[in-house]
């Protein structure tokens, strides 16, 4: 919105053009000359050579997780490129990440303040907002215990451990039924738009006690929305790294801006219901609790209130917008797995039959049980590494890693799928093999193997979700392949080319499903 009515650069003439261009050029010489002294005893960062202005956009490719990975092989786990006119740091190899993000951690915990940024949530996210560190530090606090206490709360009644594994088993019990009506009805279903409404509905449940029926039009425009969130929130958008780019009109960021509009408007509206039947006495979801803590402040004269109502309440935006994008991204991406590897999909239901039974629902509490289960959802996470790059991070004051000078507020993409690729960590790689995570016994969980898939980021900004999306994955697909036999269309092999964002989906399709008794 703001984007659009900033005033459209009007007609220049061929002269002022030139002017123009050739100051941008003396400027960026200019500065890269007198840019970053490097400190004695520390190197300079290598990478490929950035041409004026652009930088290193047209060496990027439309999958920036590739190319970055390929320099890497040609530069180390640490180096420069450079997009448009900004220097970003990428990192790559399990150590390497390892020492910046949890050995380094305080200093490599920022967020870069890329302009697209301050579209997401009015620019009061949690995850995305250069926040400083007091406050989304606080901020992360609450939302970690709402969501601690929102998911383990006791169920309404016995038959379940806690909350949240009764709203995933309903919800995967509502999916079941809903992928066998549509088959009947069609023959044919589409995996991420039933089951990003399953997953938004548990998200739904914690945060505004609430869920919504598979055909609701309005849940349904907004989770499928995600798309254009998920291309210009990765590695950002190119007019967060050639700024005159952010005065011409641009599709994508127009798509962006509304899609954010209209997400912050949806939680809104639900929060102003939230207040205005808010009880003291009954707090009723994560909404409430984060609106009583705001009451309580103001009843405490000690307060601390550097953090806004707005601010705390806003939490709920990031709750829900990373709650049900992610976790269906990886189910989705799970169904496609089954279908592909037929042989697999029957391994894992004969371990439910012989572990779990037909008879019963699987619970939470049955995980140690089912080993190849948890190595095939571990190594969907390694081989579709969906989430390629975690959200940029930024360096919080001069550092340097691996003996390279890093100066502050430097941008930092941190590359999972490079990480979870890498040739020196895993065999064959490019190969999906649940074996890889299985002990030699074939019967328990390799930990020390599932320990390097790096899929939540790490450190001082790692997930605050993963716990809840550790749990959703586990149960949803043991509830869907306890109940259901999944296959493609005849003569149709699914297509698993990922689309490029912040999470990487697989293209749309049609896939077949039937109840096994
Ligand atoms: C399979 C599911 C999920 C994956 C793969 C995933 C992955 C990630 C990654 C890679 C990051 C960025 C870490 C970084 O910047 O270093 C992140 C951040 C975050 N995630 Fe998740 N996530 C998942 C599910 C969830 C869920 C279910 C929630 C909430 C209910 C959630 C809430 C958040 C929040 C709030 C942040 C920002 C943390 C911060 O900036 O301090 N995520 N997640």
Same mark, same amino acid.
């Given at each position: 919105?703001?984007?659009?009515?900033?005033?459209?650069?009007?007609?220049?003439?061929?002269?002022?053009?030139?002017?123009?261009?050739?100051?941008?050029?003396?400027?960026?010489?200019?500065?890269?000359?007198?840019?970053?002294?490097?400190?004695?005893?520390?190197?300079?960062?290598?990478?490929?050579?950035?041409?004026?202005?652009?930088?290193?956009?047209?060496?990027?490719?439309?999958n920036?997780?590739?190319?970055?990975?390929?320099?890497?092989?040609?530069?180390?786990?640490?180096?420069?490129?450079q997009?448009?006119?900004?220097?970003?740091?990428?990192?790559?190899?399990?150590?390497?990440?390892?020492?910046?993000?949890?050995?380094?951690?305080?200093e490599?915990?920022?967020?870069?303040?890329?302009?697209?940024?301050?579209?997401?949530?009015?620019?009061?996210?949690?995850?995305?907002?250069?926040?400083?560190?007091?406050?989304?530090?606080?901020?992360?606090?609450?939302?970690?215990?709402?969501?601690?206490?929102?998911?383990?709360?006791e169920?309404?009644?016995?038959?379940?451990?806690?909350?949240?594994?009764?709203?995933?088993?309903?919800?995967?019990?509502?999916?079941?039924?809903?992928?066998?009506?549509?088959?009947?009805?069609?023959?044919?279903?589409?995996?991420?738009r039933?089951?990003?409404?399953?997953?938004?509905?548990?998200?739904?449940?914690?945060?505004?006690?609430?869920?919504?029926?598979?055909?609701?039009?309005?849940?349904?425009?907004?989770?499928?929305?995600?798309?254009?969130?998920?291309?210009?929130?990765?590695?950002?958008?190119?007019?967060?790294?050639?700024?005159?780019?952010?005065?011409?009109?641009?599709?994508?960021? #127009?798509?962006? *801006? $509304?899609?954010n509009? /209209?997400? =912050?408007?949806?939680?809104?509206?639900?929060?102003? %219901?939230?207040? &205005?039947?808010?009880?003291k006495?009954?707090i009723?979801?994560?909404?409430?609790?984060?609106?009583?803590?705001?009451?309580?402040?103001?009843?405490?004269?000690?307060?601390?209130?550097?953090?806004?109502?707005?601010?705390?309440?806003g939490?709920?935006?990031?709750?829900?917008?990373?709650?049900?994008?992610?976790?269906?991204?990886?189910?989705?991406?799970?169904?496609?797995?089954?279908v592909?590897?037929?042989?697999?999909?029957?391994?894992?239901?004969?371990?439910?039959?012989? #572990?779990?039974? *037909? $008879?019963?629902?699987p /619970?939470? =509490?049955?995980?140690?049980?089912?080993?190849?289960? %948890?190595?095939? &959802?571990?190594?969907?996470?390694?081989?579709?590494?969906?989430?390629?790059?975690?959200?940029p991070?930024?360096?919080?004051?001069?550092?340097?890693?691996?003996?390279?000078?890093?100066?502050?507020?430097?941008?930092?993409?941190?590359?999972?799928?490079?990480?979870?690729?890498?040739?020196?960590?895993?065999?064959?790689?490019?190969?999906?093999?649940?074996?890889?995570?299985?002990?030699?016994?074939?019967?328990?969980?390799?930990?020390?193997?599932?320990?390097?898939?790096?899929?939540?980021?790490?450190?001082?900004?790692?997930?605050?979700?993963?716990?809840?999306?550790?749990?959703?994955?586990?149960?949803?697909?043991?509830?869907?392949?306890?109940?259901?036999?999944?296959?493609?269309?005849?003569?149709?092999?699914?297509?698993?080319?990922?689309?490029?964002?912040?999470?990487?989906?697989?293209?749309?399709?049609?896939?077949?499903?039937?109840?096994?008794?």
């Open positions: 919105m703001a984007l659009m009515n900033l005033p459209v650069v009007g007609p220049i003439s061929v002269c002022e053009s030139l002017v123009a261009v050739v100051t941008v050029c003396v400027v960026y010489l200019l500065l890269r000359l007198l840019s970053t002294q490097i400190p004695e005893g520390l190197k300079r960062l290598p990478g490929p050579k950035p041409l004026p202005i652009i930088g290193n956009v047209l060496e990027l490719s439309a920036p997780h590739l190319s970055l990975t390929a320099m890497s092989e040609r530069y180390g786990p640490v180096f420069q490129i997009i448009g006119m900004r220097p970003v740091v990428v990192l790559s190899g399990g150590e390497t990440v390892r020492q910046a993000l949890i050995k380094q951690g305080e490599f915990s920022g967020r870069p303040d890329l302009h697209s940024f301050q579209y997401i949530s009015d620019g009061k996210s949690l995850a995305f907002s250069t926040d400083q560190a007091g406050v989304w530090r606080g901020r992360r606090k609450l939302a970690l215990s709402a969501l601690r206490f929102f998911s383990t709360i169920g309404s009644s016995s038959e379940y451990s806690c909350v949240l594994e009764e709203h995933i088993s309903k919800e995967g019990m509502y999916l079941v039924e809903q992928l066998s009506t549509v088959m009947k009805a069609n023959g044919t279903f589409d995996p991420f039933h089951i990003v409404v399953s997953v938004a509905n548990v998200i739904c449940g914690m945060c505004f006690g609430r869920r919504y029926s598979h055909d609701d039009q309005e849940l349904l425009s907004i989770v499928n929305l995600s798309h254009e969130f998920s291309q210009v929130a990765s590695t950002g958008n190119p007019a967060d790294f050639i700024p005159f780019l952010r005065f011409l009109p641009s599709r994508t960021m #127009k798509a962006f *801006m $509304d899609m509009d /209209r997400f =912050t408007q949806f939680v809104q509206k639900i929060v102003r %219901e939230h207040y &205005i039947s808010y009880d006495n009954n009723r979801d994560i909404t409430d609790s984060l609106i009583d803590h705001c009451e309580d402040r103001k009843l405490d004269e000690n307060s601390n209130t550097q953090i806004s109502d707005e601010k705390v309440v939490i709920v935006n990031d709750l829900f917008g990373a709650g049900f994008d992610t976790v269906s991204t990886f189910l989705s991406w799970a169904v496609m797995y089954l592909t590897y037929p042989e697999i999909q029957e391994k894992l239901h004969q371990e439910l039959r012989e #572990k779990v039974g *037909m $008879d019963r629902l /619970r939470l =509490t049955d995980k140690s049980n089912l080993p190849f289960l %948890e190595a095939f &959802i571990t190594e969907v996470f390694r081989h579709s590494s969906f989430v390629p790059f975690t959200i991070h930024c360096t919080t004051k001069n550092t340097s890693l691996n003996g390279f000078f890093i100066p502050k507020d430097t941008c930092v993409f941190v590359n999972q799928w490079q990480v979870n690729h890498d040739p020196t960590v895993w065999k064959e790689p490019t190969d999906f093999s649940i074996e890889r995570f299985l002990n030699a016994d074939g019967m328990s969980i390799n930990k020390l193997e599932a320990e390097k898939v790096m899929m939540f980021g790490l450190g001082k900004r790692r997930c605050i979700g993963e716990a809840i999306a550790r749990s959703e994955v586990f149960l949803f697909l043991a509830i869907l392949l306890q109940r259901l036999r999944f296959y493609q269309k005849p003569g149709q092999a699914p297509d698993m080319t990922p689309e490029y964002g912040l999470t990487m989906k697989h293209k749309r399709c049609q896939l077949s499903a039937s109840l096994r008794t």
